[in-house]
């Protein structure tokens, strides 16, 4: 298994920032890409960010020019930096990381255990 450890989340004033963190561990081969989520009470998740293999980043239009994506590979770590947040951002945010492990190159789908942002106004 890879297990994953999400850090980062707290409360913020309305034009803050933060910065996740989705490190990755265990018998890793390759990271193929790493998709931040976040679900909001009453609302369905969605996909915020996704970088994956050569870095090249993918943003929600709803967090384009606030939110960006970034990786430390030496860590297998994955950073979301979260700026100009707005209250709307309020939710718990997952991390989904999928690769191959070392052993036998097998495919692996993982999720973090979440964590809250709160953004207060």
């Known amino acids: 298994q890879v297990p994953l450890v999400e850090s980062g989340g707290g409360l913020v004033q309305a034009g803050g920032s933060l910065r996740l963190s989705c490190a990755a561990s265990?018998?890793?081969?390759?990271?193929?890409?790493v998709d931040w989520h976040r679900q909001a009470p009453g609302k369905q998740r969605e996909l915020v960010a996704r970088?994956?293999?050569?870095?090249?980043?993918i943003i929600a239009d709803s967090v384009k020019g606030r939110f960006t994506i970034s990786r430390d590979n030496g860590k297998n770590t994955v950073y979301l930096q979260m700026n100009s947040l707005k209250p709307e951002d309020t939710a718990a945010y997952y991390c989904?990381?999928?690769?191959?492990?070392?052993?036998?190159?097998?495919?692996?789908?993982?999720w973090g255990q979440g964590t809250q942002v709160t953004v207060s106004s």
């Open positions: 970088i994956i293999t050569g870095d090249s980043t």
């Open positions: 989904n990381v999928q690769g191959l492990t070392a052993i036998d190159r097998a495919y692996f789908n993982v």
């Open positions: 265990g018998s890793i081969f390759r990271i193929n890409a």
